[in-house]
């Protein structure tokens, strides 16, 4: 059985909407042959047009829940956000025999386990290739491409708001706040950055990475999520003197212990391909049993790079569909029965070597009494920076970097530094991934 | 209709055959989870065994022909190497109705057409993810994952041999001999390397990618090849004084006079993800319409790394077969009536910016000549670099970067320098690509 024409209906016609809406337009020849099946936009549910979108003789309903109703439609692209009016559309797009393309990390993140069920239930399938690092094909790569491994860790640049900030304060020394109001003027931050900058964006994409990578459900809440908002540019600064770079990171590990899930400023060498990952884009590093380090780079957002990864999942169930086969590819990459459940590591029994900043008094011994306290608790120095007190100054910045340590045993020795008469303020603590394997 | 077991065929031991066998041994429950059926190696074909393989009950043959005439075998896994017997195995396998699964660059390079034809013929699939590129899923993200896009172009280190020479060559200023004599030792290069230092290898791979990017049939004789014998440290040393990086790529481009299919030596922006690949390692960039510039890095070779990607080509293939499907994705990732056969762009039309390496007296006037003759061919000179003269020198290395030009103006312009009398001896000659989309 075969089907010259896949039909298509697409809900919410904004940025990505009308990227995906676009691309199928411009590139439809080229689609058609890969397909082997033309994709045709039937149906457009949108509550206002998009000026960028000629959406000539396609029908367009302002009801979105028209698009689900319409029963040419046999792929609904939700592409509305959000995960109110979105689920509630995926959810009836499934009950009605249809398959699912999305773009919505924060929908699958927090309720895709209840949705491939009931994708599964309903026979049909969910793709949301676009969820994750825009257009960079990493699910595909994790559910498929990377099939032969055991993967052992994951490490990703997953938000651009957030590597744009790091990139500006790096380059030119500037402060977060200063260049975060520069992101939200040129529109790659929100009014409210939370999402960004908190790490939840982040988390909402390394949840997705973690389960497709060590077959277990979607496990949202267990997160770890640590913001940019504290870093200095002497942090930045002081990390480049040690030869680091501080990103932004979503780290997925296979342990002894479970899995550690934590999204958190992290330096990293500067050598490291993921270290020279700039500006807006993203990349992720995954190291596979078999295949060793492998890492994928490109645009995380914009419309139509988050359009390309829409489009491929379309084509992906497009080439089964004008076949008259089913999506055999499980929404996980791991069969739905054999995921399971695996123990997430408490943050205080992860083990990282760690950059500190603290101010100090210039003065004999400080530095034999921070020392013997790092000691004290099993942990060496790796290397250490005293700067010069500036002039009339008696505190100076200090600068530890240890190795590996665990988080309950480093909590102990900056409580201890804390205590001493000698050190003002709080230590500045930043985890440090070798990223070697 | 679901099978609890795909049987795949193994022909050929060796280095890569080891690792998928092995591969597949170690992460059995994995990948069987993943691939919703149990991966079982019924039948090897080897002409001796591979101390690293531990085979135990699976059926050995010395015939590796005997492989294909096992009838339980529903996967055939060609990992001899070459284009003799490995070809003749193929057509055997397909002819039998069997899939085939193949690391061979070469063979699909070169007779790639004929055997999906005879695929297509006879309703199997082939599958190749392991040709190029080692364990990086780039097949698939050409294929699959960018299939939303019209490709531009794209370049490749895809041979690590080459890469490790001109990693070391910049990094230690040694001599290409010389890091040749060591890669040898270090099993990274053949005792004949002309495959992989004078590009041959590189084209096999650059003609696959350039087939799945653009929709054409693949075209390895078009691929004009240059390797890199002839650079030299200071070569390497002045592009590191322009900003520069030299790798060995691949480069297929889409323009308005068809398609460029290109392997030599290039200067690339330092800055530039690619020109940090360094050691053995491969990387892929590719710039897509819709998604802008991705890139794929990775091991491209290695028993393990290459065995990541037949397993992830068996795990595609077992996902459709235990659920009695066909694999609906074409060969070249396009239907096979929609390739097209386009014009190969001959070099003397293609059009970069050059490097330029002469040595020149060290006298008033020769460089106003030089710049003449430049200006005459309408070619203009973004940098230049003039060298102070050895002690007792009179001759100087002059060193010249220029805007784009066709290489027709280039080698008027060249051919009139030589003639200069101020010039001793020819002109050194390295392409520049900016890799800016």
């Given at each position: 059985?075969?089907?010259?024409?896949?039909?298509v209906g697409i809900c919410g016609l904004g940025t990505v909407g009308g990227g995906t809406f676009n691309v199928l337009a411009?590139?439809?020849?080229?689609?058609?042959?890969?397909?082997?099946?033309?994709?045709?936009?039937?149906?457009?549910?949108?509550?206002?047009?998009?000026?960028?979108?000629?959406?000539?003789?396609?029908?367009?309903?302002?009801?979105?829940?028209?698009?689900?109703?319409?029963?040419?439609?046999?792929?609904?692209?939700?592409?509305?956000?959000?995960?109110?009016?979105?689920?509630?559309?995926?959810?009836?797009?499934?009950?009605?025999?249809?398959?699912?393309?999305?773009?919505?990390?924060?929908?699958?993140?927090?309720?895709?386990?209840?949705?491939?069920?009931?994708?599964?239930?309903?026979?049909?399938?969910?793709?949301?290739?676009?969820?994750?690092?825009?257009?960079?094909?990493?699910?595909?790569?994790?559910?498929?491409?990377?099939?032969?491994?055991?993967?052992?860790?994951?490490?990703?640049?997953?938000?651009?708001?957030?590597?744009?900030?790091?990139?500006?304060?790096?380059?030119?020394?500037?402060?977060?706040?200063?260049?975060?109001?520069?992101?939200?003027?040129?529109?790659?931050?929100?009014?409210?950055?939370?999402?960004?900058?908190?790490?939840?964006?982040?988390?909402?994409?390394?949840?997705?990475?973690?389960?497709?990578?060590?077959?277990?459900?979607?496990?949202?809440?267990?997160?770890?999520?640590?913001?940019?908002?504290?870093?200095?540019?002497?942090?930045?600064?002081?990390?480049?003197?040690?030869?680091?770079?501080?990103?932004?990171?979503?780290?997925?590990?296979?342990?002894?212990?479970?899995?550690?899930?934590?999204?958190?400023?992290?330096?990293?060498?500067?050598?490291?391909?993921?270290?020279?990952?700039?500006?807006?884009?993203?990349?992720?590093?995954?190291?596979?049993?078999?295949?060793?380090?492998?890492?994928?780079?490109?645009?995380?957002?914009?419309?139509?790079p988050t359009a390309s990864a829409v489009v491929a999942d379309i084509v992906d169930l497009a080439r089964e569909l004008s076949?008259?086969?089913?999506?055999?590819?499980?929404?996980?990459?791991?069969?739905?029965?054999?995921?399971?459940?695996?123990?997430?590591?408490?943050?205080?029994?992860?083990?990282?070597?760690?950059?500190?900043?603290?101010?100090?008094?210039?003065?004999?011994?400080?530095?034999?009494?921070?020392?013997?306290?790092?000691?004290?608790?099993?942990?060496?120095?790796?290397?250490?920076?005293?700067?010069?007190?500036?002039?009339?100054?008696?505190?100076?910045?200090?600068?530890?970097?240890?190795?590996?340590?665990?988080?309950?045993?480093?909590?102990?020795?900056?409580?201890?530094?804390?205590?001493?008469?000698?050190?003002?303020?709080?230590?500045?603590?930043?985890?440090?991934e070798p990223l070697d394997g």
């Amino acid at each position: 059985m075969s089907a010259q024409v896949v039909k298509v209906g697409i809900c919410g016609l904004g940025t990505v909407g009308g990227g995906t809406f676009n691309v199928l337009a411009r590139n439809a020849a080229e689609i058609a042959a890969r397909a082997g099946a033309a994709i045709e936009v039937v149906h457009v549910g949108a509550r206002r047009d998009n000026p960028a979108c000629d959406t000539g003789s396609t029908r367009v309903s302002r009801d979105i829940f028209a698009v689900i109703d319409d029963p040419e439609v046999q792929i609904l692209v939700e592409l509305i956000g959000g995960t109110t009016v979105a689920k509630e559309v995926v959810e009836k797009a499934l009950a009605a025999g249809k398959h699912v393309v999305t773009a919505n990390k924060a929908l699958i993140a927090e309720f895709g386990n209840e949705l491939f069920a009931q994708a599964e239930q309903c026979g049909v399938t969910i793709r949301y290739e676009a969820a994750v690092a825009g257009g960079i094909p990493i699910i595909k790569a994790l559910r498929e491409g990377l099939a032969g491994n055991r993967i052992e860790w994951l490490a990703g640049i997953i938000n651009g708001t957030g590597n744009f900030i790091l990139s500006e304060m790096r380059d030119k020394g500037r402060e977060f706040d200063d260049v975060l109001a520069e992101a939200q003027a040129l529109g790659y931050a929100e009014a409210d950055p939370t999402f960004d900058v908190e790490g939840i964006d982040a988390a909402h994409k390394l949840v997705i990475l973690a389960s497709l990578a060590f077959g277990m459900p979607l496990q949202f809440s267990a997160v770890y999520t640590e913001g940019i908002t504290e870093l200095t540019p002497q942090d930045v600064e002081y990390a480049e003197e040690l030869g680091y770079r501080i990103k932004h990171l979503g780290i997925a590990k296979q342990t002894g212990g479970g899995i550690e899930l934590r999204v958190h400023p992290t330096l990293i060498p500067e050598k490291r391909l993921l270290a020279n990952v700039n500006g807006v884009k993203n990349a992720v590093l995954v190291e596979g049993d078999a295949v060793g380090p492998t890492l994928y780079y490109g645009a995380g957002a914009g419309a139509e790079p988050t359009a390309s990864a829409v489009v491929a999942d379309i084509v992906d169930l497009a080439r089964e569909l004008s076949a008259g086969q089913q999506c055999r590819v499980p929404a996980l990459g791991f069969a739905s029965e054999k995921l399971r459940d695996v123990r997430i590591v408490p943050m205080t029994e992860v083990v990282t070597p760690w950059y500190l900043r603290m101010v100090a008094e210039d003065r004999p011994g400080v530095l034999s009494r921070i020392a013997t306290i790092f000691s004290d608790q099993g942990i060496s120095i790796e290397a250490l920076i005293q700067k010069a007190p500036a002039e009339g100054e008696d505190r100076v910045p200090l600068i530890v970097l240890t190795n590996r340590a665990v988080q309950g045993s480093m909590d102990q020795a900056v409580a201890a530094i804390e205590a001493l008469d000698s050190i003002s303020g709080e230590v500045a603590r930043i985890r440090v991934e070798p990223l070697d394997g």
